[in-house]
């Protein structure tokens, strides 16, 4: 059984307290590997190593196009290895090989985007109005940046904020989920063997009580990214609030997926597929909520059916397998939880619901595609993220009641809309109250396209040019050209 160390200093280390912990393969239901335990004291080493690195030695001493360079560098490893990391997090958290591995090979552009941003960083002087001064502002990094990713897609969302972070001169430690951090380690061996210095970053696991309270509340750490549910962001942010740290979270969602009479609805269908089941419904922004139109509800309820009738469940390395299992027991256990939730608030099962005993699932964690219809916004199928391959179909009559049962919700992370309606498509996405609105299309992410939430969805935006001021601080800079004479200024 493979076992992996921490990352910590530019090199493997074990835990204080030689703790371990399992990882369990969704697919075959056993143990895969073990990962070092850490607790306060690692968390504390970690933190320490990444603000020597940002003080002393080679990386503060870089200048931005030397850390660009560097990044490029990183970027062109990352590419040279995206199967080895591919089948790394197939193996932790069981999602599809095909997936795995187009995210691994888009890794590298978030690295030469942000490498490229390096030195293009500037400042400017200000026509201050406090005659024989001169004034100009600055951007520099916080110090060391705490990343906490989450397990459904560990390295592709541990990458939205080291990138920037890095690109900005920061030193980060990341801390990843306890059930996939095999990927965010290997990544920070590769960082290493790139020529990052040691100490820029490092990879702490553990536990998030253990080691992510321990990494937010250290008083070396000046800002904090965060990837998870609504409950764990809310303990993140109450945690650094008591230092008055800055925090970005991307929380939660309950993403809707708007279909009007007028779309085109084979189209429509794939994208609702898509949304939904093509990644066991374990991402943020999945197309849980399922609104269409009156007209055309029953007929597009049947396509979606009948579509779904050949999904293939199985071994996630085979490419002929549609759907992967759920990642981790205690996510399987909810989705089957909300199975008799939405029993008993008369949602009607037309697909799945169940666990799958089709052959060759049966080790392994797998639930069947599941569509219920005749849900009203206000049940908690509807309402809560269920995060699983469990899509809630409600009916709207107009384009006012859709916008309303859209918003009507806790959450403000995506939506989608599928219509041929060109004022729909101008006028629907500006008045949905969500951070990404896709017409048309579903699940796409750029490195260059801010994405983040509304509401409960989180705070702040990864991705875009705009993400690298997330981890940079604005400062002020008043120079008296003539020193010697008596600064006469008051305030006003």
């Known amino acids: 059984m493979q076992h992996y160390d921490m990352w910590i200093d530019g090199k493997w280390q074990a835990s204080e307290s030689k703790a371990t912990f399992p990882s369990l393969d969704p697919y075959t239901g056993k143990d895969w590997a073990t990962f070092a335990k850490g607790d306060f004291r690692d968390a504390d080493a970690a933190v ?24 490029y560098r990183l970027a062109d490893m990352l590419e040279a290895h995206a199967e080895e990391l591919a089948d790394l997090e197939v193996a932790d958290n069981g999602k599809l090989k095909a997936e795995m591995l187009v995210q691994m090979k888009y890794l590298p552009e978030w690295f030469r985007y942000y490498g490229g941003m390096c030195d293009k960083i500037e400042g400017r002087v ?12 600055v951007y520099e990094p916080y110090g060391v940046v705490v990343a906490i990713a989450p397990w459904n897609s560990p390295l592709l969302l541990a990458t939205w904020k080291v ?26 061996e590769i960082c290493h063997e790139a020529g990052l210095p040691p100490g820029v970053l490092n990879v702490v696991t553990g536990y998030g009580e253990e080691v992510g309270g321990a990494l937010v509340e250290h008083p070396l750490t000046s800002r904090v990214a965060f990837t998870g549910s609504d409950v764990g962001g809310r303990a993140v942010a109450l945690t650094a609030i008591k230092d008055f740290k800055p925090v970005s979270l991307e929380l939660g969602g309950k993403s809707a997926n708007i279909v009007f009479e007028d779309a085109n609805l084979d189209d429509a269908v794939k994208g609702v597929i898509s949304g939904i089941f093509a990644a066991t419904g374990q991402t943020c922004m999945a197309g849980s909520r399922l609104l269409v139109h009156d007209s055309i509800h029953d007929e597009f309820v049947e396509k979606l059916l009948v579509f779904m009738q050949d999904a293939k469940l199985g071994d996630p390395r085979n490419a002929e397998t549609n759907i992967a299992p759920v990642s981790t027991k205690p996510q399987f256990d909810k989705v089957l939880s909300f199975f008799e939730i939405a029993k008993a608030e008369g ?13 060759g699932c049966e080790k392994g964690l797998f639930i069947e595609p599941t569509i219920y219809v005749g849900i009203d916004n206000r049940m ?20 006012d009641e859709a916008v309303e049962i859209a918003n009507d919700s806790p959450y403000g992370l995506a939506a989608g809309v599928w219509t041929r309606d060109l004022e729909r498509t101008i006028t629907l996405p500006r008045r949905i109250r969500a951070g990404t609105v896709w017409v048309n299309a579903y699940r796409v992410v750029s490195y260059l396209a801010p994405f983040g939430g ?21 400062k002020s800079i008043f120079i008296n050209p003539k020193p010697g004479i ?7």
């Open 48 to 71: 320490r190593s990444a603000d020597r690195a940002f003080r002393e030695g080679d990386w503060p001493a870089m200048t931005a196009t030397q850390r660009g360079r560097a990044l």
């Open 380 to 399: 908690r199928i509807a309402r809560e993220e269920v995060f699983g391959p469990v899509l809630s179909v409600i009916r709207f009559g107009n384009d």
């Open 163 to 188: 990138a920037p972070a890095l690109a900005a001169g920061n030193t980060v430690v990341v801390k990843p989920s306890e059930f996939s951090s095999a990927s965010p380690l290997r990544f920070a």
């Open 126 to 137: 200000t026509p201050i109005d406090k005659p024989g001064l001169f004034h100009q502002v």
């Open 486 to 492: 008596a600064n006469p200024f008051v305030l006003s």
């Open 454 to 474: 509304f509401k409960q969805s989180g705070i702040g935006r990864e991705n875009g040019a705009a993400a690298i001021y997330e981890y940079l601080e604005e």
């Open 347 to 359: 949602a009607k099962c037309v697909m799945g619901g169940t666990r799958s005993t089709r052959p």
